[in-house]
């Protein structure tokens, strides 16, 4: 199963709203990052939050992390159709092996 | 993309034949990652590579294997191709090595679509 699930698979919006995924994870990690993804393109890195960290920002970007849970968020502010793509979630263990695991994505679509 | 390149960008292919897959970076990064991305799915790690001739398994190595004999390039090679493999490949390199403390950002080339008849 994966180590990363994000919650939910689509997510539609109209342009100027919030759009809130969220991540889940099993196993201890060391960080937890975000990665976009357009169309037919490779995955582009968001942000990368810490496992001692809690809340981290990049301009519209907002990402909080749980440890406690082993959940993450991703909110997006003030969406833009530009936005549209799907968002994947990967976690670096906190042990073992080197690469990252990523979840399966939340594809957003943000309606002009 | 990072200085990043994949060749073939896409593939036909039939059932049985070899197919290598071509990773080629120019940022010197130590760390080279091979993934599949299928519907569904997400991203899985093929395998990947912690230096030249330093390689590792992933989750879904059976079928796969790979070589890295100068820093700059990772190869990906299907013996016999299946079905079954039929998917999107991204490389993608890093270059801190994902040890406590490092962070393992990585960055991806533009993918290549390999279709298995």
């Known amino acids: 199963s994966q180590q990363g699930e994000e919650d939910p698979q689509a997510l539609s919006i109209q342009e100027g709203e919030n759009a809130t995924m969220n991540c889940s994870y099993k196993t201890s990690i060391n960080n937890l990052q975000w990665y976009r993804q357009n169309s037919g393109r490779g995955l582009v890195h968001l942000i990368l939050i810490r496992s001692n960290e809690r809340e981290k920002h990049s301009g519209r970007l907002r990402v909080t992390l749980d440890t406690s849970k082993k959940s993450s968020s991703l909110l997006i502010t003030a969406s833009r159709a530009a936005d549209t793509a799907s968002y994947f979630c990967a976690t670096k263990r906190d042990t073992g092996r080197r690469a990252l695991t990523f979840g399966s994505g939340t594809r957003l679509q943000v309606q002009p | 993309d990072a200085g990043i390149t994949q060749s073939p960008r896409h593939k036909v292919t039939e059932t049985g034949t070899p197919v290598t897959l071509r990773c080629h970076q120019t940022?010197?990064?130590?760390?080279m990652y091979w993934y599949r991305q299928d519907p569904g799915h997400g991203l899985r790690l093929i395998h990947y590579?912690?230096?030249?001739?330093?390689?590792d398994k992933g989750e879904v190595s059976d079928g796969y294997s790979v070589s890295r004999s100068k820093t700059e390039d990772f190869l990906l090679t299907l013996e016999s191709a299946t079905s079954s493999q039929t998917s999107v490949y991204f490389c993608a390199i890093s270059e801190t090595s994902g040890r406590v403390g490092g962070y393992n950002e990585q960055f991806f080339g533009p993918g290549t679509r390999l279709t298995v008849l």
């Open positions: 940022e010197n990064h130590r760390y």
């Open positions: 590579s912690y230096g030249v001739k330093d390689t």
